[in-house]
């Protein structure tokens, strides 16, 4: 019996990557067809969930915390205890979702996710694994790191409460009141960013416009993220991956001494991603769409380069398409497959997804049985 290993990232607003693999197995077992499933995130929305999907023993921890703008959320993290192991994403209680009108990173900071890791700090957390995707701020972590129990103080000796006006305000800093607890965890952060904390690849440069900053602000905001880090790490540096996050990135690595590690390694690794290609027939990935940049490092294209070392053929399941096939074939890729077959609005195509995915997923399952 034909065996397929389903591997599809989230689409987003549409689909998660479990409600997607979960979708496919069903096709695929209406055919005869066998299949494993491997929750897959790259570090962003749907970590968490990879985490407690791909491994036994976790559960889900609700904290009540606070979102960007310093406004009362509930929020959650996975669990592991036999693992003294927390896993947290950045989009749960500081995302882009907190984003209302009028509102720049001027104003706000990533305390809620501080409040988070302190939660998992006093549940018994000895490391911390936090995904950095989704963030709706550019604090250059600084709110996370006041919750932990660093103060930052202005030229007149107040201690501010690091919203991302305050960054250039910081005349120096006091690390007394972080506690043995926190200075033990190993944190690990999962982001597959490269970009730098400053410059033209920078947080504030790069990511600030999503997040309100207008075209104006972002030069001088800039400034101000390499004035904070300058008085807090002693020299403006241009270390990779520092930028993710609008800065937490800079604020693990420097201040916690945080691993940074590929997302999506960090999920293949755990789930034995590789391993589990080379046992099956054939490999079933995709997202919302692919298209040229796809080929520089996002999960679909890195599970069918896999397949392609295992010599097994990898089947993508997308929204939308762009690039031509051979590219995609350079790759690893044996047939990119569109779902969406009938015209209709972006809205309407990401409503429709599941039935949509449903009926390729039914297509390729009837034209593989038809091949055997």
């Not at 298209?291 to 599970?303: A, C, E, L, W």
């Not at 993508?316 to 044996?334: E, I, W």
Request: hydrophobic share 45%; charged share 15%; aromatic share 6%.
């Amino acid at each position: 019996m034909m065996e397929a290993l389903i591997a599809i990232d989230s689409f987003k607003k549409s689909m998660t990557s479990i409600q997607a693999n979960q979708i496919v197995a069903d096709q695929f077992a209406k055919q005869g067809i066998n299949s494993r499933q491997i929750a897959i995130a790259d570090g962003g929305e749907g970590t968490v969930a990879a985490f407690l999907a791909n491994q036994p023993g976790g559960m889900t921890v609700q904290v009540a915390t606070v979102d960007i703008n310093q406004r009362p959320i509930q929020a959650t993290y996975g669990y592991f205890a036999d693992q003294k192991l927390a896993v947290i994403e950045v989009a749960a209680a500081s995302g882009i979702q907190f984003i209302t009108a009028g509102l720049t990173p001027a104003e706000t900071n990533t305390y809620g996710t501080g409040i988070l890791i302190k939660a998992a700090i006093a549940r018994g957390a000895q490391k911390i694994v936090i995904g950095l995707g989704g963030s709706g701020t550019v604090d250059g972590g600084a709110g996370i790191l006041r919750a932990l129990g660093y103060r930052f103080f202005d030229a007149q000796n107040q201690e501010l409460k690091m919203v991302g006006a305050d960054l250039s305000r910081v005349a120096h800093w006091d690390a007394t009141q972080v506690t043995k607890a926190v200075q033990a965890v190993t944190f690990v952060t999962a982001s597959d960013v490269t970009n730098p904390l400053t410059g033209p690849t920078g947080a504030a440069t790069i990511f600030g416009p999503q997040k309100g900053l207008t075209t104006v602000a972002v030069a001088s905001y800039d400034q101000a993220m390499q004035h904070f880090m300058q008085v807090t790490a002693g020299q403006v540096s241009a270390h990779l991956g520092d930028g993710a996050a609008g800065g937490i990135g800079f604020a693990l690595r420097y201040f916690l001494g945080a691993q940074v590690q590929s997302g999506f390694k960090l999920i293949a690794d755990l789930s034995q991603l590789t391993a589990q290609i080379a046992t099956v027939d054939f490999v079933v990935s995709g997202e919302g769409q692919v298209d040229d940049q796809s080929f520089m490092g996002k999960v679909p294209i890195q599970i069918s380069e896999r397949a392609q070392a295992a010599q097994k053929a990898c089947y993508l399941m997308v929204g939308n398409q762009k690039g031509a096939n051979q590219a995609f074939a350079d790759h690893g890729v044996t047939a990119v497959l569109p779902i969406v077959d009938h015209v209709a609005t972006l809205a309407a195509a990401m409503q429709e997804g599941p039935a949509n995915l449903a009926r390729m997923a039914d297509r390729l399952a009837r034209i593989i049985s038809a091949c055997k």
